[in-house]
Each structure stands twice: as structure tokens, then as C-alpha cells.
């Protein structure tokens, strides 16, 4: 059997084909009364990496992403469909597809200030065998396939707005590969999600408001988990309320404070309930100079064997600077600290990065990019990382 060899390649013709049949039928008319205004747009990238892990040797492929966009504009609607496939050619070995990712977005503008917006889509990925829920003798990490939908319905009257959005999600998991051959299923992992969330948020001047808001999120496991012996199935119930500051477009910041509370159906299973802060904000300088800083915590459930919830505690900033029209450098630092409910491991992970692009003409553009990443784990002990990329993006 197989695991590296998956048939993907007539997805992006369906998904396109499906696009196009549809908009017609949707009513769409184009900004000019005719036909519906599309435009299309694609990409190919060609990407090496070397992959350097502490105690191995390095990892070297190449990595081709064709990369296609339809979009449509209209009076008062607008649509997008994004598709990619991800072929990595091994220094070894056959050349194998690694991701897929498909995405449709759609907006309508009722009028009055009223809105609604739709979002769907399917993604697959291939875990990093670091993985925490991975055995550490992992040789081939799982592919994880992801299906997503949402609708959110958003209202302004006066200095008053409002949102509300449903949403429900389908995670699926491939089979884990040791060393030995042996195969290990992951079907603890996958899982069924729905989801809501609200905000209502009031101008007090036309540079702060304030806001509160809420979020349900209910989850169903497809097989019980393999160290605890019980489903995971439960309940994720979080509130927050906050402040906003906005400056035009250049220069924005959130802060926010509430509890997260997971709740089990299995009454083995202790609730952990944590309170916790959100902070985000964004500038953008006159001179090409742009910077976005966060922080916060979050609670969600742990994929380490034995650990029913994990609260992680993370900070991070990213920076860009356009030195000329054709040349942006970019740099990234970040720091999260996680704890694990009913264990007392806890991990740290330090990243930083730094990278630059470069447009040589209007159809080709030059990228780069190095990554380093330190873990700290109270198990697994110290190990780093160090990523290398170079590519070149032709677009169309």
C-alpha cells in the first residue's frame, strides 16, 4: 500500500467547473449591467528547502505550487474561488503530492449597513512529524484532510455593530508510519465541529470602541482516546470582552480579557475552565515600514497521550519594510509556553525568521526565506530546527 500517492489531481477541474456553472445561476449581474465581471489569475512556484533538524541530516526537495484564482466583482457582491496543489520532488524517490488546499469565499451587501458572507473550504496537509500526538519513531507523518464552512451575517446602525456566524468542520487523519513499517491509525484525532459566534461591538468616539463577544463550539470524536480509554467528545465555551483603538489604516490595536471553558460528556473527564488575554495591533509607516505585534492565551483540547486540555501562553511580531518598490525585507519572532491539563509536562518553543522578495518584472518575482526554531520540552528535551527556502513565482 501506498501512503505517499493520492489522487487529487481532478479536484481543482471539479471545483473550478462547479464555480463557473454556478455563478450564473446565482443571479450575479456584472458592475456594468451585462455579464458577471470575472477575472482570472494563476501562479507557479518553484521552491527548494533543506531541512536541518538537530542530530540528522538534512532534508533537500523541491517544491512546485501551481496556484489558480477566480474572482468576481459585481454591484453589491463580490466572489472568490483559490485552489493550489503542492508537488515536492524528494532528492530521493518519486515525486509525491504533499498538500491541496481549495477555498470559496462569497460576500452579498443587503444595504442599510447589512451584509452576508460565506466561506467554504477543503485543505490536505501532511503533519510535522514533531508532531506532539506523534510516536517519536514516526518515519511517515499522517496526511490530515480538513472540510470547513461558515456563514457570518454582519449589521451597522449607527455607532452599533453587530455579527453572527455559524460554522461546522470536519478534521480526518491518515495513518502514521513508523520506522518498522508498522501503521498506526489516528482515528482518535478525527472529529466533527460545529461552531457559533457573536459580537456586538459600540463607537464611543470615532477612534475607540468597545465590544463583547461570545463563541459555542461543539465536538464529536470518531474513536475514544488511545492513552485515556474515553472519547473526547465535549463542549468549548469562551466570552470576552474588550477594547479597540483604529487610526485610519495606519494604525490599529485590540485588547481584550474573559474565561474559556472545556466542559467533557465523559464524566471521567474534569472541565478546565482558564481565564485569559488577547492583545493584537498593527502599524503601517510612511516609509514602507510595517509592524504587527500579539499576544494572548488560548485553551484547546491536547493531542500529548494522557493530557485531556493544553493552555498555551504566546507573543510574537512580524515585520516588513519595502527598501524600494522591488525589494521587501521581512523578519518574525515569536514565543509560546504550553501546559498540559492532568500531566505536568510543559513545552516552550522560540522562533525567528527572516526573509526577502524581490520582483525582477511584472511576471517574475525572487523569494527567500530562513526560519530557527528552539523547543524546550520537559519530555521530549531540547531540540532545534533551522529551514532554508529559496523560490521563484511566475505569475500569469
Known sequence: MNHRLHPWFCGPIFVVTAALAAAPALGFSGQNGGDPA?????????????????????????TVRPQTRISYEGVGASASLDFGTDYVVPMQGDTIV????????????????????????????RLDPADSGLPATVAIAPLRTGFDGSIRIENSVGRLQSTFGLGVAREIFGLSVLEDDTLVSNADRNRFVLSANSRVGFELTPLVGVFADWSYARDRFDAPSPSLGVF????????????????????????????????????????????GWNGAANWSGGRGLALDIFAGSNLDVSTRPGATTQTEQSAGVNASFAVTEKLTLRGSGSLAATRYAGLPDTQMVAGAGA?????????????TDYRYTF??????????????????????
Open 98 to 125: 504533499e498538500g491541496f488546499d481549495a477555498r470559496l469565499n462569497g460576500e452579498r451587501r443587503i444595504g442599510g449597513g447589512l451584509a452576508v458572507f460565506g466561506e467554504a473550504g477543503i485543505d490536505l496537509s
Open 375 to 396: 523547543t524546550d520540552d520537559s519530555v521530549d528535551g531540547q531540540s532545534s530546527r533551522q529551514t532554508i527556502e529559496a523560490g521563484l513565482v511566475f505569475a500569469r
Open 38 to 62: 470575472f477575472d482570472v489569475t494563476s501562479t507557479i512556484t518553484l521552491r527548494g528547502s533543506a531541512d536541518f533538524r538537530q542530530g540528522e541530516s538534512g532534508v533537500f526537495s523541491l
Open 232 to 275: 473526547m467528545d465535549g463542549t468549548i465555551l469562551e466570552g470576552r470582552i474588550g477594547v479597540g483603538y483604529a487610526r485610519g489604516t495606519s494604525f490599529g490595536a485590540e485588547l481584550a480579557v474573559g474565561a474559556t471553558r472545556r466542559g467533557f460528556d465523559d464524566p471521567a473527564l474534569a472541565e478546565t475552565l482558564a481565564f
Open 355 to 367: 526573509g526577502l522578495d524581490f520582483a525582477i518584472n511584472r511576471f517574475m518575482s525572487l523569494t
